[in-house]
């Protein structure tokens, strides 16, 4: 049974109620994708500030050695942290930088890293493998709002977790390191410190990214509206410049999004096809988000609305929906 | 305009024009126009300035260095279609394509100037504001006597700068009169208007007009050897500045830097982005009309993200009339763009335009330093 058959099939007021109570889920429901949306757009944003800095050839990389080599290094091998892999030729080490434009919830959010740096040391191999190349050691970053940085640094301690602070503030467009103590000693020992004393020496004072361009327009696990939006500007322009008739397969959005990402990552091909599905079946339509947004919170609205309609009016036997 | 059909060299040409007898209510117009091609046709080139006027059903006659272009026009006072004849030279060098005509502007604007609006590599020398100030410098540095004695001038109120008066009235203000520089320089602190026509009487020279889409018009001449080569002289100094702008434009560069490990070799995206330098700060509400302007203009944004206080705006750009795509972030001094792949420069060049026409009149341009 449908949801519309399910309210038909009420007495008019409990029609009247569940209908109320959809109505505010289901902007409920809107406003929370738009939110999510939202936040992919600024994390993918913090991402570019941070690449951007470590673009081969530019000062980062002649005053370190350390450059951008991988984006979301470890998606290939099911691991969903890590957004940049950054490497230094000599030393043979690698950054594995988490970016997060905020931290609403400290505490679970950095067990949840925590976990996540313990899986990735015991698939050294695998990344290696990503790489091509060996790892010396690997050293893992988190970058957030500066603003942020002295609760999460405290909750990092109390944790005991390897994990250097990266602190950003975009409006002077400026990245930092923060440790919790002056004991570098100690704060490299305990992975919260460069082992290499140039990188934080710079790191330390501060390095400043003149632009937010994007260079890194979209990553693997983006929002699929991101994803869509992106997809859709590239096969209209792509139709427009060939003088195609605006139609297109499904090989032409795989080696889309394939392009895009094997540059600098490697993702298997399991992965891109599924994606490559995923979009399609989206479908590409004018307005995609506005659409987007609306018929997902549609559709989440009318789970929630049941759940409360049960709630508020005691309404027990839901079976005929549920089925 | 009755120039003989034999093989010119632009010298030549230059003498043959500026000696010639004009048809009685005609006048001498140059219209200049920014290609990428240095040749009229290059075999090595999958895109020529001749397949692309071509394109757009533009008959091209080879007169040695100068080409014949003709094209359809609707003559509005006439109520009829005619064909519109330019003679133009293409400088290897700058790659500016310089057309010579005695046509009414409307034939301009239908032909060329409508073609150079969407064509790929090619695009109308636009006259910024500033540009327009050089022209006016030079003008009465060399003839101190010189009056102004025409402008028409337009306020949007999407600009960044409001006007004193009324800033939320668009306007577009025409006034004849010998003190209409003075003027000019009043309306535009009042009413925030800046120029799209301006008139020059030149003592001893003649009256000359320019159009900000690039176009130069003799109004009246003296002596009609001096007078026209002054015609071309004011064209060139325009396109002096306009180049400038260009090579700025075409310092922006996207590529993909190769990063090598033993087994593979990854492609890092660097973005050279160029610069436009706002003449003043501006607010959330701007990059909000900035928005609205882009959208009118055939520029869609996407997959933006806006910040309201310390003022960010960043995202992707399709330029639905070029069919480019590019990246900008803007904040409340500037503005970066930088080019994703291959972005030819009269998509950024159309942007610029787009931005000091609409947005902030005394943008300018500049070099993005690492």
């Known amino acids: 049974m449908s949801f519309e058959s399910f309210r038909d099939s009420l007495k008019d007021e409990d029609q009247q109620l569940l209908s109320a109570i959809f109505r505010e889920e289901n902007n409920k429901k809107q406003n929370l994708i738009r939110e999510e949306i939202e936040s992919d757009r600024r994390h993918l944003e913090i991402i570019n500030f941070c690449s951007n800095l470590f673009t081969p050839g530019l000062e980062l990389d002649s005053l370190t050695g350390y450059r951008l080599m991988l984006i979301e290094p470890l998606c290939s091998i099911g691991i969903r942290n890590f957004d940049l892999g950054v490497f230094n030729d000599k030393s043979r080490c690698l950054l594995l930088v988490e970016c997060k434009h905020s931290i609403s919830r400290i505490k679970p959010e950095i067990v949840e890293l925590s976990k996540a740096i313990e899986e990735t040391n015991g698939r050294k191999i695998e990344l290696e493998d990503i790489l091509g190349g060996s790892i010396n050691y690997i050293e893992y970053v988190l970058c957030i709002p500066a603003m942020e940085v002295s609760e999460v640094l405290r909750e990092v301690s109390t944790q005991s977790i390897p994990l250097c602070v990266w602190g950003f503030d975009l409006m002077k467009r400026e990245l930092r390191l923060f440790c919790e103590t002056s004991d570098s000693e100690h704060e490299i020992k305990s992975g919260r410190m460069h082992r290499d004393g140039n990188l934080s020496r710079i790191l330390f004072r501060g390095i400043t990214s003149k632009t937010l361009v994007r260079s890194i327009p979209i990553i693997p696990s983006s929002h699929m509206c991101t994803l869509l939006i992106h997809v859709t500007a590239h096969l209209y322009l792509e139709r427009v410049i060939q003088g195609t008739e605006n139609i297109f397969s499904y090989p032409d959005v795989y080696n889309l999004i394939l392009n895009q990402f094997e540059r600098h990552t490697y993702i298997p091909e399991e992965y891109l096809k599924g994606l490559t599905t995923r979009i399609i079946e989206t479908a590409l339509r004018k307005d995609i988000m506005e659409d987007y947004i609306i018929r997902n919170a549609f559709r989440l609205a009318e789970v929630s609305a049941i759940a409360r309609f049960k709630k508020e009016s005691g309404f027990t036997d839901l079976s005929p929906y549920l089925k | ?370």
């Not at chain 2, 006048?27 to 080139?45: G, I, M, P």
């Not at chain 2, 009609?224 to 002054?230: D, G, M, V």
């Not at chain 2, 702008?245 to 982005?273: A, D």
């Open chain 2, 1 to 370: 305009m009755k120039i003989p059909t034999k093989p010119y060299l632009f010298d030549t040409f230059i003498e043959e024009l500026t000696s010639i007898e004009l048809e009685p209510y005609t006048r001498l117009k140059v219209a200049c126009f920014l290609t990428s091609f240095s040749k009229w046709y290059d075999e090595q080139k999958r895109i020529n300035v001749e397949t692309v006027l071509k394109k757009y059903g533009v008959n091209i006659d080879q007169l040695g260095d100068i080409r014949r272009i003709t094209a359809k026009y609707f003559d509005t006072i006439e109520r009829k279609e005619k064909i519109a004849t330019f003679y133009s030279y293409l400088d290897p060098t700058s790659k500016a394509l310089v057309c010579f005509t005695d046509e009414r502007q409307e034939a301009i604007e239908q032909t060329l100037e409508n073609i150079a609006e969407t064509a790929v590599g090619f695009y109308y020398a636009f006259i910024t504001h500033k540009v327009f100030n050089v022209l006016r410098k030079r003008i009465l540095d060399l003839h101190p006597d010189s009056k102004c004695t025409y402008f028409s001038a337009t306020y949007s109120p999407l600009q960044s700068k409001k006007s004193f008066t009324r800033p939320t009235v668009q306007r577009t203000m025409v006034y004849y009169g010998m003190d209409a520089l003075e003027t000019f320089d009043e309306v535009s602190e009042y009413y925030g208007v800046h120029p799209t026509v301006m008139r020059y009487d030149i003592p001893d020279k003649g009256i000359y007009e320019i159009h900000a889409k690039g176009s130069f018009s003799l109004w009246s001449e003296e002596k009609p050897s001096e007078s026209r080569s002054f015609l071309l002289s004011l064209s060139n100094l325009a396109l002096e500045d306009i180049l400038i702008s260009r090579g700025i434009i075409e310092s922006s560069n996207y590529e993909l830097i190769p990063v090598k490990t033993e087994k593979r070799t990854f492609e890092i995206p660097k973005l050279t982005p160029w610069i436009i330098d706002f003449s003043h700060e501006v607010d959330f509400q701007d990059a909000e009309s900035l928005i609205e302007i882009m959208s009118s203009n055939g520029f869609s944004i996407f997959n933006e993200v806006k910040e309201k206080g310390s003022i960010r705006l960043n995202g992707m750009v399709i330029d639905d009339k070029k069919h480019t795509l590019f990246t900008l972030d803007m904040d409340s001094t500037k503005m970066y763009v930088a080019p994703i792949g291959e972005v030819s420069f009269d998509s950024f060049y159309r942007f610029y335009k787009v931005i000091t026409e609409n947005f902030d009149s005394n943008a300018i341009c500049s070099r993005f330093e690492v």
